[in-house]
């Protein structure tokens, strides 16, 4: 690991960690806003610190290690598209606003159709919700809108269906556009894939915790071969996964198929990990007042945002394909 | 992609274009014609200097940073070149063993023979000491200036062809099992040393039985000091478990295109199912490079921990293991029909039956997927260890 990343990490963890498990919404989203999560993506003649995809990757595993609320990863997005939009009058005013933590949104669903979004952190709250259309991003303010919340298994999200009326800022048009709805395609992926290697950290270092603790047979379940290989396990895929994480958050020229393979590949290591703990943690793990089911309900969530893992391993599949007959 | 690294690849290619056998299948049908094969392709790397890259510096062909290696096997998996079965114990075990553990005069001895082609073995196994490998009874005796060593070891790969062996032997009877362990080096050509091969499941025999009948090996062959043989063999079973893997888990990704072949000749490529597997093998096979990577960068950067080359072994190994059984599958009964392997191929003969059993080389040899969960459970995780109750069988004096 880079000394900048752990820097980054030790300071976002800190942060973060401070409020504890699923905070509330207010206190984790004035977290994101005073350490300047926002701003790290932004370049620096636009007032932000201009980190790029790296620290982006940090701040999203340690959202995840803590399932913090919010829309940070839409957030994120539009503030992203604000940046691209060199030309548009009032946009510093706008990104100024955006990193200081006015809530602009943008939908979480793959396939972002102009006319109704789905999935739509905290649009409730939002003053403006970023949609990327067919030739056109655009920025589009929310009074006026249709939003519908939707109820989420998953506590820690809170997700709308938002159909705008007004036509918004255009922030992008015709090949541009295309070109930014990629890069955000990406960036949403990276974010995503993030937030679930950091949530599966987490919940792994809680189940060994309680295999340490938990006794039975006159002995801590942590002496068990059986769970011990289930966890090595873990810890394998989970490195792996990391490893790769890196990789392509550090490499400039991973594109959108190459990041939604990796937040396919992340999700699934979620997805095992979370299921492996509820198991592991026998009955508590299965209560609503236990951590577990908060994991477990997120690595579904995130399993489907972005488009799941249908679609990016055939992509990937069909980019292997291209690849080997080059 | 660097400028520097696209040259290289361009150069390596070239090369390749030029050097590489090209009948290697048809003549490893017989055990003369993989020795020969497999001797003559590896003096030709050498020649070339791309046998051993990740060497130091000092020694020719040495001193590659890790993105050149990477490049170097993709490579060479992608023009199907064999993999150097039978020098891949001397230029990585043996090799690093002795760059940690050697003494000046051991390694000026050793090493250069290397490079000429000399074959080593390891010799850690035995019948009644797998797994448990600090249980090893192979007997030796120090008498004056020499060692006299009695007993048997298993499992050796490529023993039967090879000159010179990695021994692990017990010099002591008495107090912690590891404790009365010695590291030696032995000449398989001394007198009282019987290599026998064993049949593997394929149908190959790539490892032998060594029956060790007091031969001699001098004092002067042993690395480290005596009763230290447990630390140094740590030496070469991380080499084993992490170092080989960079080399091993790029070619895994050069040779996707075994796969990608296969998919379109069985006229799948839009067979959603088949690209989903290939698409999430292929993702698991970046994962595994980018582990192992980052393995070495942080073992050279001195920030290894006790059990990460666990962690990139049993990624490897299962990742193997998913390459080849979606190679069988595809291949169908084809694959089934029995078609003697190519001695040498390693592991990506394209015999995917051959393949696919061969991938257990890596989930049990080297220490098995078990013994590497238990490593990283105790080590990385910090779970208790077993209690040990038991006591080395007959160890009574
Ligand atoms: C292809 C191949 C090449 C090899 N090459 C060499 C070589 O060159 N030199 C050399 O010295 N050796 C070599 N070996 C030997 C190899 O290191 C051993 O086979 C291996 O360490 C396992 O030991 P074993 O075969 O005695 O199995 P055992 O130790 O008897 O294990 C049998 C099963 O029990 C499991 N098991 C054992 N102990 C535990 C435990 N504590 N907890 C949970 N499960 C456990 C194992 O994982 C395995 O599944 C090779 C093996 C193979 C297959």
């Known amino acids: 690991m880079s000394t900048d990343r752990a820097e980054l990490r030790d300071a976002t963890r800190k942060a973060f960690g401070a409020a504890g498990l699923a905070p509330a919404l207010d206190t984790s989203w004035n977290t994101v806003t005073e350490m300047g999560a926002l701003m790290m993506a932004v370049p620096e003649d636009l007032g932000g610190l201009g980190l790029g995809r790296e620290a982006v990757g ?71 919700v970023l949609v990327v259309g067919e030739g056109r ?8 809108a249709a939003i519908t919340a939707r109820e989420t298994w998953d506590r820690t999200r809170r997700l709308f269906d938002v159909r705008p009326t007004a036509d918004g800022l255009v922030l992008a048009q015709g090949a541009a556009a295309t070109a930014l709805a990629g890069r955000l395609e990406a960036q949403m992926l990276l974010a995503l894939a993030g937030d679930c290697l950091g949530g599966a950290d987490a919940i792994l270092e809680l189940t060994i915790e309680y295999l340490g603790t938990r006794r039975q047979f006159d ?38 198929a190459e990041l939604g393979a990796l937040k396919a590949h992340a999700a699934s290591v979620y997805r095992a990990i979370t299921e492996d703990a509820v198991q592991l943690h026998g009955g508590i793990g299965l209560t609503m007042e236990h951590h577990c089911h908060l994991f477990l309900k997120r690595a579904t969530l995130n399993a489907t945002l972005g488009g799941d893992a249908d679609y990016w391993e055939e992509q990937a599949g069909r980019a292997a394909l291209r690849k080997a007959a080059s | 992609m660097t400028d520097a690294l696209e040259t290289l690849r361009h150069d390596v290619r070239a090369w390749l274009e030029a050097n590489a056998p090209k ?75 002795l760059f940690e553990w050697g003494s000046a005069e051991q390694q000026a001895k050793y090493i250069p023979r290397i490079l000429e082609g000399e074959i080593w073995c390891q010799g850690f196994s035995e019948p009644n000491a797998g797994s448990d490998l600090a249980a090893v009874r192979t007997r030796a005796e120090r008498r004056g200036d020499v060692y006299v060593v009695n007993g048997q070891k298993v499992w050796s790969t ?37 290599a026998r091969p064993i049949h593997q499941i394929h149908g190959d025999e ?172 105790e080590r990385l995780l910090g779970m208790p260890r077993e209690p040990k109750t038991w006591t080395l069988a007959g160890d009574a004096a």
């Open chain 2, 206 to 377: 790539e490892f032998a039985e060594l029956f060790l009948d007091d031969v001699e090996i001098p004092v002067a062959d042993r690395l480290g000091d005596e009763g230290q043989g447990w630390a140094v063999a740590q030496s070469t079973l991380l080499s084993e478990r992490g170092l080989t893997l960079l080399e091993l888990s790029a070619r895994m990704r050069g040779a996707l295109w075994r796969i990608a072949d296969l998919i379109r000749e069985t006229g799948r490529e839009d067979d959603a199912g088949i690209l989903r597997d290939f698409g999430r093998l292929a993702t698991r096979i970046d994962a595994a490079c980018a582990l192992a990577d980052q393995f070495l960068a942080n073992r050279i950067a001195g920030h290894e921990r006790v059990g990460d080359a666990s962690l990139v072994k049993l990624t490897y190994s299962r990742t193997l293991r998913d390459f080849t059984s979606l190679g069988l599958r595809l291949a169908g009964l084809e694959a089934q029909y029995h078609e003697p392997i190519v001695f040498g191929g390693g592991m990506e003969t394209g015999n995917w039956m051959a393949d696919f059993m061969n991938s257990y080389a890596w989930t049990i040899a080297g220490g098995s997927d078990e013994v590497q969960r238990n490593i990283i459970s």
């Open chain 1, 58 to 128: 940090v701040i999203h595993t340690e959202l995840g290690r803590t399932l913090a609320p919010g829309p940070a990863i839409a957030q994120m997005l539009v503030i992203e598209a604000l940046c691209a939009a060199d030309g548009l009058a009032g946009r510093q005013d706008l990104l100024d606003r955006a990193i200081a933590g006015e809530i602009m949104t943008a939908s979480l669903a793959r396939a972002d159709a102009w006319g109704a979004l789905t999935a739509v952190p905290d649009a409730d709250r939002a003053s403006h």
């Open chain 2, 23 to 97: 009948d290697w299948r048809a003549t490893c049908t017989s055990h003369e014609g993989f020795l020969a094969t497999q001797r003559g392709w590896f003096a030709k790397l050498v020649e070339g200097g791309y046998a051993v890259p990740h060497w130091p510096a000092e020694w020719p062909g040495g001193g590659q940073g890790l993105a050149e290696q990477k490049v170097l096997y993709e490579e060479l998996a992608r023009a199907d070149t064999p993999r150097l079965l039978l020098s891949f114990m001397s230029t990585y075990h043996a090799a690093s063993t």
């Open chain 2, 158 to 194: 490529m023993g039967q062809f090879a000159d010179k062996c990695l021994l692990l032997v017990r010099t002591r009877t008495q107090g912690a099992k590891q404790a009365g362990l010695t590291y030696l080096l032995l000449d398989l050509k001394a007198k009282g040393v019987t």
């Open chain 1, 219 to 256: 002995r801590p379940l942590a002496l068990f071969q059986a769970l011990k290989h289930r966890v090595a396990d873990m810890k394998t895929w989970l490195s792996a996964a990391e490893a790769l994480f890196w990789n392509r958050a550090t490499d400039a020229a991973a594109g959108v």
């Open chain 1, 137 to 144: 991003v655009s920025l589009v303010p929310l009074e006026g």
